[in-house]
């Protein structure tokens, strides 16, 4: 089984669109990612390999993801095409050459591409994807190769305020 989480950012600054990608996150946007990702170490869901958009607020987010959930903050691989969005298609050729032996990719990255990422990755999601949102998805694969579009299930999912 391969299990792909995707993360928007936690809430961030609201001020500051003429400089985007250095937008930082608020406190609430510090609170809310570590609730939801200390809920995740309480449910054994740890990240063999993070991958973030290198904007500012996300790489924030990830950093106290990983930190909660024991990955080292300088481990986490910097993808551009995170902020500046990407189809499925292209999300599906980025897992694809993941190495086998990670089993559990984070991905953090913004709106609208996180939730279209998600709609287009399992059949039947109809929720939002609220700053700090997070869906776990498993896909019953061996090979990173072999997952495809539609295909995943969703595990667990988590927004701030539902957690």
Not at 87 to 114: A, K, R, S, W
Request: with cysteine; charged share 20%; hydrophobic share 40%.
């Amino acid at each position: 089984m391969k299990r792909v989480v995707i993360v928007r950012h936690a809430k961030s600054d609201p001020f500051g669109y003429d400089d985007d990608f250095h937008r930082d996150l608020t406190d609430r946007g510090i609170s809310d990612a570590e609730k939801i990702s200390l809920r995740l170490k309480e449910l054994g869901v740890f990240p063999e390999m993070v991958i973030a958009s290198p904007a500012t607020r996300t790489m924030h987010t990830a950093s106290i993801y990983s930190q909660n959930l024991g990955i080292p903050a300088d481990s986490i691989h910097q993808e551009q095409v995170l902020y500046e969005g990407l189809t499925t298609h292209h999300f599906i050729e980025l897992l694809h050459e993941l190495p086998n032996e990670v089993q559990t990719v984070f991905v953090f990255g913004h709106n609208p591409t996180v939730h279209s990422l998600v709609y287009n990755l399992v059949n039947g999601f109809l929720s939002d994807m609220p700053t700090c949102a997070t869906v776990v998805m498993d896909f019953e694969v061996d090979k990173w190769r072999d997952v495809s579009a539609r295909a995943g299930q969703v595990a667990f999912q988590f927004t701030p305020k539902s957690v």
